[in-house]
């Protein structure tokens, strides 16, 4: 399977890496866009859309993002969420309740260079 951008894969050379992405933190999310590796979604609905209907299969895609939860990659189908707009927004309001308030303004975290 010919993947965009291999990820993991490309550093290791292993074909199970391929297409593998660290998992980000999700603290701050609401302020840290554009989402994903190489920055596709613009907003938080975006990504929970992706979530709910826009997965594409490949063979290491995560078990927890296939129908069938048994640990293995591969063998089930590609898992779809299938949303409600109520479910959709009440996901992005958890993601907005992730935002620290204090560390976005404290000075000791203000310059990445000290
Ligand atoms: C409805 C459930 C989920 C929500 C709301 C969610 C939310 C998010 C968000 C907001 C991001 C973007 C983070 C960023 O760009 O800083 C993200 C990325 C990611 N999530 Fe999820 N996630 C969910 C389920 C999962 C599951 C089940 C897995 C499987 C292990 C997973 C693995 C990842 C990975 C690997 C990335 C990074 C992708 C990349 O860099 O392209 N997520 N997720």
Same mark, same amino acid.
């Not at 840290?32 to 994903?36: D, E, I, L, W």
């Given at each position: 399977m010919a993947y965009t951008d291999q990820g993991k894969g490309a550093f290791t050379g292993r074909a199970a890496d391929r297409g593998l992405f660290k998992v980000p933190t999700l603290r701050n999310i609401a302020v *840290?866009?554009?989402?994903?590796h190489d920055g596709r979604f613009a907003t938080l609905m975006e990504v929970v859309n992706h979530y709910s209907d826009g997965v594409a299969d490949h063979p290491?895609?995560?078990?927890?993002?296939? *129908?069938? %939860? %048994?640990?293995?990659?591969?063998e089930a189908e590609v898992l779809r969420l299938d949303l409600s707009q109520a479910e959709k927004e009440a996901l992005v309001a958890f993601l907005h309740t992730l935002t620290d308030e204090e560390v976005l303004v404290d000075e000791k975290y203000s310059d990445p260079f000290k």
């Open positions: *840290t866009g554009p989402y994903m290491n895609l995560h078990f927890r993002l296939e *129908t069938l %939860d %048994d640990g293995q990659a591969g």
